[in-house]
């Protein structure tokens, strides 16, 4: 009896968020107005912060850092690497692809996109066989079965996540595998989008 009135209960929190989403204010876009990604802690509705007076997080409020290392990114951070906006962010995250948080541990605690996994860019080249490739002894990578992956770091003037992708690339990993949001964690901020706290 609990079950079935748990699961009663489910459908109708279901329909209460479904019903909520299409009353926001502030859409992700006309069509969609949140997305839900499945995380380690279970589910999570990234929607963007509704309150039509906010402001960016001071932390990426800042305009100019020094060059280097903090130098602007190109469009195409390498040949066969596709760079993505917010939206097909969401929808390869809301299909289950793989987001990696290219960031230093710190960062990532602080605040990442809702089910991103912490690969920070000086440890990607030897954790490979978390997204698909293998090792024999201490040959090079296999990375035949490698996955889809997305990676991310600060914003356009950050290059941990393009060096990450640089030690992928030069370790084998199939570049039409790999998705980079170029905007990154500032451009996250300033559309207001959900930010959780990272995992360790």
């Known amino acids: 009896m609990n079950k079935i009135f748990a699961g009663i209960a489910c459908i ?14 502030v859409k992700i876009n ?5 997305v839900t990604v499945d ?10 912060n509704q309150d039509t007076d906010a ?6 409020a800042k305009t100019s850092r020094a060059c280097p290392p903090f130098c602007i990114q190109p469009m195409e951070v390498a040949p066969g690497v596709t760079t993505v906006g917010e939206i097909e ?6 299909k289950g692809g793989k987001l990696i948080d290219g960031r230093t541990i710190e960062w990532h605690v602080d605040g990442t996109i809702p089910g991103a996994i912490n690969m920070p860019y000086t440890e990607m080249a030897s954790r490979l066989d978390e997204i698909g490739c293998v090792r024999d002894a201490n040959g090079p990578w ?16 950050c290059g941990q ?14 570049p039409e ?13 300033t559309l207001g989008l959900t930010v959780v706290e990272g995992e360790m």
């Not at 995380?39 to 999570?44: D, K």
């Not at 962010?89 to 809301?94: M, N, P, T």
């Not at 296999?142 to 003037?157: D, H, I, M, S, Y």
Request: aromatic fraction near 12%.
């Open 55 to 60: 402001t960016i997080d001071s932390k990426y």
């Open 161 to 174: 996540s393009p060096m990450a992708i640089k030690a992928m690339l030069r370790e084998g990993y199939p």
């Open 177 to 189: 595998k790999i998705f980079y949001y170029r905007g990154g964690m500032q451009a996250w901020h």
């Open 30 to 34: 006309s069509s969609t107005p949140s």
């Open 89 to 94: 962010l969401l929808e390869f995250a809301k």
């Open 12 to 25: 109708f929190c279901l329909t209460v968020t479904a019903a909520s989403a299409e009353e926001l204010t």
């Open 142 to 157: 296999n990375c035949v079965n490698a996955e889809e992956v997305l990676l991310f770091c600060n914003g356009q003037w």
């Open 39 to 48: 995380t380690v802690n279970g589910p999570v509705e990234i929607i963007r």
